[in-house]
């Protein structure tokens, strides 16, 4: 790590060099404020800022957070940089984000790369900008824009930047050769020291109504999240306040921000959605395989956005379907997904076309021979599975990795219907494919290393978040949603309402209630999976008895226009219907059930920690490699609240003796077969220890 200083001509360069981000640790803060100091006593007419590595200082170092704080601080560092008596220009690569834009904010003159994007994404760490972003940004943007920049959280682009006078000059290559003479173009012309604090926002730029209303989008848009309500107080307060008054105001709703547990629970999910990719035991030297085409078994909604996933990060990709017609079905489906993206501005016609002109189809085994990943996505049938194993096992060359994408079936026995298990893994992506970033691999017995680190890999490059499972129905996220399901039934058939059930659990955080999510995926795909099943592998009547009554009368969800809610055809607007109602209630009659009102608080407890005490178990069994695994999976795979950390960060932050003592209770009610509090959960209750010390030594 290192801040340098040095005179070039007449013109002062502070370069910082600390990577891989260029965060602003204890260290660059002291080394800034120190060059800052020197460059007032020397020769130099200006002083440019400038980083070494891909990126301009992508903000304060987050692991820093938590530690006890050091001198200076980020707003000593701001302060040292605006009081110079000559002008300092900050040159901006990469990603100048956080704390690294509210420095360049308090520098006279900010110049860019057009490849750069400036921003201050504080919000989705439970934060905000706690260096000065909230009181510089709106004197140079305005309130309205100033409120949408900072409560989103986005970055903007360096020309989109100039438009809104958030930086005065967009330069070419090399940076710092132009950032030298951008400079000394301002001291050619007598630029002025033009600090950010002394532009004043007309006090009644923005009514005290307009605040109001802007609170109440962000009550629906960001519901239950403290950050974006406190940035709005900040940024009244740069319209009201003098600006050291406003500064202060920043600093006090910062400090109640960072202390918050919303954004511990942030930025865990932060640092474990890197960690996830990391597998555990296996050596550093493992060389990944390449993986230069991509063969898709399947055209249907997953094995299309599959497709699009591996075409969207210029991957080519053969889609292979049984027939013509199924595969015109499915290149029709993705070229009409693409146009969608288009339309919405995602996307230009032009990347559009060449993502699009990626895929090619085929209905012929033998076009797969050359292709270094297959995956399939074909029905969920072990047979059809171990049919097309076989068929690829004759068919790919020796080392492509065969890919199942299924989400619950035994990789194992998949992977027993080839000559080659160690080339075979499980690649469960998340539908809708191209869109939802998780992706969980499933590790065989026999799977090979590289394998494994193939998939990691590959699942980065293809922009999703990979976590590794092994082997267990349902893996981690399934499996974990069955018990959450089996809440949701019995919570339904004792007394609650679909919508009661859902309201509590969005209301809760989560993005979508476990009722609307089966008339999403669909009521037959659980009824037609338990035709396969005898009573006793099917369990508890009671968790499936209304499912099974609805889809017989072909209220199989949103695709029939009635499941648990019934559906506008026009705009598939949910309602709920009393004829659900009579039928929970004759089916609570048919299984002996007397109904009763059941409050909130129990449906929350009843669906979160039936997550949470299942999680224990998919620690303890190996299937997941870490607390935070299982964190990322929910919050990127099931809409878990990315603000309560995932269900075990949510777990430690309750304390587990308190969530033992809770689970107990259900059981002493509910009875030991759903609430037998899970073996590891029991342990470090009864030997006092945190789930943070299970990881560190976990024997
Ligand atoms: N602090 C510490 N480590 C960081 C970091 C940060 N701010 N940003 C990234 N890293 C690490 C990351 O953990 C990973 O480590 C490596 O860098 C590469 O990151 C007062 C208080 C910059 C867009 O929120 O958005 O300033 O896994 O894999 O995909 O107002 O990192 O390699 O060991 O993400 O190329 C505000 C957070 C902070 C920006 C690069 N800033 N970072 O993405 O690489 S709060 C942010 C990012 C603040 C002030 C407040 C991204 C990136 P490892 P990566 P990437």
Known sequence: MSVTYKLVDDIGVITVDNPPVNALSHAVRQGLVEAIATAQDDSSKAVVIVCAGRTFIAGADISEFGKPPQEPSLPDVMAAVEASAKPVIAALHGTALGGGFELALSCHYRCALGSASVGLPEVKLGLLPGAGGTQRVPRLVGVEAALDMITAGNPVAASEAARLGLIDEVVGEPLQESALAYARGLVAHGAPLRRVRDISIAPDSYSNGQFDAYRARLNKRMRGQEAPQRIVSCIEAAMTLPFDEGLKKERELFIECRESGQSAALRHIFFAERTAPKVVGLSADTAARKVASVGIIGGGTMGGGIAMSFANAGIPVRLLEVSDEALERGLKLIARNYSITVSKGKLSEADAAARQNLITGTTDYQDFAGLDLVIEAVFESMDVKRQVFGQLDKVCKPGAILATN?????????????????????????????????????????????????????????????????????????????????????????GASPEQIDNALTTWGMAMGPLAVGDLAGIDIGYKARQALTDEQKGDPRTYCIADALAEMGRLGQKTGAGYYRYDPETRARSADPEVLEVIEAQATRMGVTRRAISDGEIVDRHILALVNEGFRILEEGIAQRPGDIDVVYVFGYGFPSWRGGPMFYAEQQGLARVYERICQLRDTHGDANWTPAPLLEQLVRENRSLADWVRQPA
């Open 406 to 494: 299924t989400s619950y079936l035994d990789v194992n026995e998949i992977a027993a219907a080839t000559s080659r298990p160690q080339d075979v893994i499980g690649l469960h992506f998340f539908s809708p494919a191209n869109v939802m970033k998780l992706l969980e691999v499933v590790r065989g017995e026999q799977t090979a290393d590289d394998v494994i680190a193939t998939a990691m890999k590959i699942g980065k490059q293809i922009r999703k978040v990979p976590v590794l499972a092994r082997v267990c129905y349902g893996f981690i996220g399934n499996r974990m949603l069955r018990q959450y399901a089996r809440e949701a039934q019995l919570c339904m058939i004792e």
